[in-house]
């Protein structure tokens, strides 16, 4: 039987230290039957040429000029002119490992179509991996070992961009990389999630994700922290909020804030609440915050947690376990 062809969509900008390695890791792959659709977001080293000499030696290696500006116009570039009944996505800094598309690709044919197959991830880094990015690591790959990454969905990203494969049809039907919504990974997952496309289980590590200080993820502005946030709350809004309950922020740091700004804006009702005493009773934005257990008086809430530390989280999950309310029903963290 013929193997379904797999489109590997990569955009690249200034990576000509890593191209070498990432390319080299897909001609390796067990799974012959893929083309890789490479796409030059506007570099000004020596990536492009590095690329066009790949693509003259395999016919599977097809490179392009991005039209537009940016990731995401490179991404709808690179789908546009692939043909593969599956579609994945790799960083050209990154490494995959040699079974990486057979893996997800006998995942995909075992499971059929409204699902996504996912792998676990590792870090590596020449200047040895920060401990955030371990926990991420960690945390993520625990999600991914029982299939149950939408679980907690609004706490981070929890579909690894290089690291997922899905049907055509069904990357076509959640509309992805359209329109220009960043950070484009974590819209992608939530595309997935609103669209009821199951994560396959799985056990192996299939990429190796490149750490360094000039990563696009680290250094764009597109990535900030508050796109995250923003990100969150459209989907929230538009996926799991219930305007049978009474919506509540749980928490008056930066994120409390853009999200209290975004349902102002919005003209959405919401209470507000925190455990900081200094600010009990403050007025922000014509709101007066009260105290936590204020909570037990508000009249089915659904609460938006945004307090970020670690200890105080376990604490308010505690809370929440004693008032018998359940996740996304009644409240989701969103740090």
Known sequence: MQQPLISVLIPFKNTENYLTDCLESIIIQTYKNWEVIIIDDGSTDSSYNLVELYALKDHRIKLLKNSGDGIIDALQLAFKHSQGDFITRMDSDDIMHPNKLSVLATNLMTYGRHHVAVGLVKYFSDEGIKEGYGNYETWLNSLTKTGTNYSEIYKECVIPSPCWMIHRDDLVICDAF???????????????YKH???CIPCNHVLHYWRDYSTRTSRTHIHYAQNHFTSLKIHHFLDIDYNKNKTLTIWGAGTKGKIIAQTLLEKKIPFEWICDNPKKIG???????????????????PQSIVTVANKKAQIEIQTYLDNLNMKAIEDYVFFC
């Open 178 to 192: 359209n329109p220009n919504t960043y950070p484009e990974d974590y819209d992608l997952a939530f595309r997935f």
């Open 196 to 198: 009821g496309f199951k």
């Open 282 to 300: 403050r007025d922000i934005y014509g709101k007066k915050l009260k105290a936590f257990n204020a909570l037990k008086t508000i009249e089915n």
